[in-house]
């Protein structure tokens, strides 16, 4: 107990004194060293609060039990302000200390004391912080005490420093790393549903947050579409997709601002809509959602969205938004990298895709798909509505007989489209299996059936930008009408087996030989699609309502076969042709080619002939006459002749400045076709000098 006043036993307690308190590390020790040695003293005084931080500039008010209050203006404009003004010790009676500072004795829950003492302590900083000394008596060793303070209050404020920056070094080594795991784990992902669930797995393992969501531009107009996935219960549940409008979603202030931001999500909200399984998991009135906006190349390309599952976890300090929102920035890279491999993955798929329709179709080219033959009136008025029709966008529904030349016409209203820079895709509805037909329309994902062993896509997605032609429409199946009418009405799909919708834009022209609206009558063919098809009907003639063509057709079927099966044929007798006239033609224009064709091939000599047995009947009475042709007819005749006579002024030579093409004034893959369609082998040329 200190009981004498001899000044070596004052300087030891003093000195004993700041040796205990430089052995403090925390704040709450210091109070309670300086709290136990001063009820030693004679006046038996006790702190009751320091006001001093080494993090903050804020004042914090301890009480004898460490409790914090929130009064640093009080302080700041009462003793605090005093001793700063002075740089002395405070000292008041009880009375006098009322009278000076009545708010802050109100507010403060001061214990019992008949004297105030006010401290003025000099951290390391050179601030002046506050002590508060309340004793039984006037204490008279306040300059001895504020000197000793001062020293073990630098030296704690040095400690815990040090330490704050001992953790912040720390807690910025552990970022590091946990930004540097992260960033390598998603940039290991290519494709953009990896990456997303990657992201989800990463955000969970390091801050174990429950709802994690990477909302995009949808390629909907003011659409956005959200992956998320969720861990319950130690379980992993993924949503693949969910779209909702950009307006009715909590990530829209983060695409406009581009801040991060804390957002308290009611569950009555129409916004709470979009996190409809988050409060479905983990019920609750509301749900904190925090909001990070995905940053690349400067703009905002999507949002990252967490969530804790239990509401009053909190989970959202500066420092760990902070460096959420550096793993938004990586994340950003790790999206754009995912979504530029999807784009180059599929224009890949397509290509092969392509090759593979190309190498089905090679063998069905038909060179002379850019003429129709033929100037009877019904045709001309059919090219009429052709070209019409052609430079706009607008549905065709081709209706014809079989054999009137649908695919023709068909290739005829791509080329004269906007869209014929690239190729239109054609499909037979009659030739494809009712099982299959869905999947070589619309595509499907790997796995989607037994055998798909790759996704693969379809038709439509083939037909991107250009035109898709429809053979026999009327006999595509009834249960998947309603989809091919949601592609014709949205110009959006899904392919078999997926969930991704899949946006294109494509013209259709379908085709049939069937009546649709009798199909529609007897509920064999939806109403809704035969509308939605027959925005513009095209009616082809039957061959027996142009038997005006058929010269001509003969003349034009005879050459190419000629050319084709290396026969020579240079007479079309008149009564041939009168005899071809007659026959009704049930499988109009391809029956008539295939019957010139078998003459072709059976005609004993350069004059064609019709064998008995092709059942084309004779006109006995009608005269017969020979009609000489000079191949292939006119308006081909003087196109042979041009290109055989640059080619023999050439010596052979096709492209180059001196090529056959230079001459003739036309591309060199012009001049192959030409040369491809009317049977004309250079090398022929100058082999036998047949040409």
């Not at 004498?4 to 000195?15: A, G, I, K, M, V």
């Not at 940039?187 to 953009?192: F, G, V």
């Not at 834009?505 to 009798?518: E, G, H, P, S």
Request: hydrophobic share 40%; with cysteine; aromatic share 8%.
């Amino acid at each position: 107990m200190f009981i004498t006043t001899n000044d070596h036993t004052q300087s030891t307690f003093w000195l004993d004194l700041t040796h205990q308190l430089l052995e403090q590390f925390t704040i709450e020790d210091f109070l309670g060293c300086l709290q136990q040695k001063l009820a030693t003293h004679p006046a038996h005084g006790q702190p009751t609060l320091l006001v001093s931080t080494a993090e903050q500039l804020s004042w914090h008010i301890y009480d004898p039990q460490y409790r914090s209050l929130e009064q640093s203006e009080l302080f700041e404009n009462g003793p605090l302000h005093q001793i700063q003004t002075t740089r002395q010790p405070l000292e008041l009676s009880y009375d006098e200390f009322v009278k000076r500072y009545p708010a802050l004795f109100r507010q403060v829950n001061y214990p019992e004391f008949n004297y105030y003492t006010a401290l003025p302590l000099v951290d390391n900083k050179g601030r002046y912080n506050l002590c508060e000394i309340l004793s039984e008596k006037p204490f008279k060793d306040a300059q001895v005490l504020t000197h000793s303070l001062s020293i073990a209050l630098a030296h704690l404020q040095s400690h815990v420093e040090l330490r704050y920056q001992e953790r912040q070094l720390c807690r910025q080594r552990d970022d590091f790393h946990v930004l540097v795991n992260v960033t390598n784990s998603v940039l290991a992902q290519r494709e953009l549903d990896k990456v997303i669930l990657q992201i989800a797995r990463e955000i969970h393992r390091y801050f174990a947050l429950d709802a994690i969501t990477i909302t995009l531009p949808d390629n909907k107009p003011k659409h956005n579409i959200s992956y998320s996935t969720f861990f319950f219960n130690d379980q992993e549940i993924s949503l693949c997709e969910h779209r909702s409008l950009s307006k009715k979603s909590p990530s829209r202030q983060v695409f406009e601002h581009a801040k991060r931001s804390l957002h308290s999500l009611n569950n009555d909200e129409d916004m709470a809509l979009s996190e409809q399984k988050l409060f479905e998991l983990w019920p609750a009135l509301s749900h904190q959602l925090g909001l990070l906006p995905i940053i690349y190349a400067g703009k905002v390309c999507g949002v990252l969205k967490v969530a804790h599952g239990e509401p009053n976890t909190d989970s959202f300090s500066q420092n760990r938004l902070a460096l959420l929102e550096q793993i938004a920035e990586r994340v950003g890279i790790a999206i754009d990298n995912a979504l530029a491999y999807q784009q180059i993955k599929s224009l890949k798929e397509q290509l092969v895709h392509e090759n593979h329709y190309l190498s089905e179709q090679i063998d069905q080219i038909d060179h002379q798909f850019d003429q129709i033959i033929g100037r009877s009136s019904a045709i001309s008025n059919v090219m009429k509505q052709i070209e019409l029709v052609a430079k706009t966008d607008c549905s065709v529904l081709l209706l014809g007989e079989t054999g009137t030349g649908k695919e023709l016409f068909a290739k005829a209203i791509h080329q004269l489209s906007p869209r014929n820079e690239k190729r239109m895709i054609k499909m037979n509805c009659a030739a494809m299996p009712a099982g299959l037909l869905e999947s070589d329309l619309f595509g499907h994902e790997k796995g989607a059936f037994t055998g798909a062993s790759t996704s693969r896509a379809g038709r439509f997605e083939l037909a991107h930008q250009s035109s898709l032609f429809l053979d026999e429409i009327g006999d595509m199946p009834l249960e998947l009408q309603p989809k091919l009418l949601r592609v014709l009405q949205e110009q959006e799909f899904e392919r078999l087996g997926g969930s991704k919708l899949i946006q294109v834009n494509v013209r259709l022209i379908a085709a049939t030989n069937r009546d649709l609206k009798q199909m529609v009558e007897d509920k064999s063919f939806r109403s809704d699609l035969f509308y939605r098809l027959n925005v513009f009907p095209v009616r082809l003639p039957p061959l027996r309502e142009r038997l005006e063509d058929i010269p001509t057709l003969v003349k034009f079927f005879a050459f190419k076969a000629a050319r084709r099966l290396g026969r020579e044929i240079n007479s079309i007798p008149a009564k041939v042709l009168h005899q071809l006239q007659q026959h009704p033609w049930p499988g109009n224009v391809r029956e008539l080619e295939n019957v010139v064709e078998r003459a072709v091939l059976l005609s004993p000599g350069r004059e064609l002939c019709l064998p008995p047995e092709l059942n084309i009947q004779s006109e006995s009475d009608f005269a017969s006459f020979s009609h000489q042709v000079a191949p292939p007819p006119k308006p081909e005749h003087h196109q042979y002749d041009q290109i055989i006579s640059a080619l023999k002024a050439t010596n052979g030579i096709v492209a180059g400045p001196r090529g056959a093409a230079q001459k003739l004034g036309i591309k060199r893959t012009t001049l192959l076709s030409r040369m491809k369609r009317l049977g004309i082998d250079k090398n022929a040329i100058f082999s036998d000098g047949s040409y």
